[in-house]
């Protein structure tokens, strides 16, 4: 029986990452940003970093090799979400 990433994931494993910044491997693009709320359906990252992360470069560089700032606050959807961690 397939299940919502929400019902099936830990909300805590969000809500742990609140304030820190984040990347989000989701199905089309990679997000970044300061993890402000955590919705029931959505991530909000902080308008003061959000950032669509076109290329990651060598993941043990210091930041991301292509990372576009948005300048305003960013919703993603948890449903996209792949696999996410503590950002850079």
Request: with cysteine.
């Amino acid at each position: 029986m397939a299940k919502k990433i929400v019902e099936c994931c830990d909300e805590n494993e969000f809500e742990g990452l609140l304030g820190k910044k984040v990347i989000l491997f989701c199905a089309n693009y990679f997000y970044s940003g300061t993890l402000e709320l955590v919705g029931k359906r959505s991530l909000l990252l902080s308008k003061n970093d959000a950032a669509v992360v076109y290329e990651t470069g060598p993941f043990g560089d210091a930041k991301w090799k292509d990372e576009q700032r948005l300048g305003r606050a960013l919703r993603v959807r948890i449903m996209t979400i792949e696999a996410f961690a503590e950002g850079k």
